[in-house]
């Protein structure tokens, strides 16, 4: 039984490391989107609104024109990967089948490795948890986790 609990312990801690690793490497992943992506739009936002005062002054309506709509664009841009990047961060579960039906699947995982059959685990989970939740509700969940 402690050579089993000691492997356990061991394998634990193997995916833990993994876990950290896999954090990382969408860290990383998320820092290079808005690095690359993001970045240069904030740049161009930056220089056309820095410009926009003078031609303004200048009466320059065109050029004035161009670069609200160059803002425009890049806002626009900016939004996309932005949203681009939360969707990627959103449990696949919740958005797939709602909140539910993720909890349900957690429940099962637990009771399946704690080898437990008891139906009051489930049960009780069940009834705090699993109440008539809406779609945005579960999505508001999850964003405050």
């Known amino acids: 039984m402690a050579l089993r609990l000691s492997q356990y312990e061991q394998e634990n801690k193997i995916l833990q490391r993994q876990i950290v690793e896999i954090q990382e ?29 003078q031609l303004a002054r200048s009466g320059s309506l065109n050029d004035l024109t161009e670069r609200t709509n160059r803002i425009h664009e890049a806002a626009s841009r900016i939004q996309h990967t932005v949203k681009s990047i939360l969707r990627q961060l959103k ?12 909890i349900r699947e957690l429940i099962s995982f637990w009771q399946l490795a704690c080898q437990t059959s008891n139906s009051n685990f489930a049960q009780h ?18 964003r405050k986790a």
Do not use: C, M, Q, Y
């Open 125 to 142: 989970w069940k009834a705090r948890i699993l109440s008539a939740h809406g779609r945005r509700s579960s999505i508001a969940s999850f």
């Open 25 to 53: 490497e969408e860290r990383a992943e998320i820092a290079r989107d808005l690095h690359d992506e993001v970045g240069p739009l904030l740049f161009s936002i930056n220089v056309d609104a820095t410009a926009i005062p």
């Open 91 to 102: 449990p696949v579960d919740v958005l797939d089948f709602g909140l539910k039906v993720a």
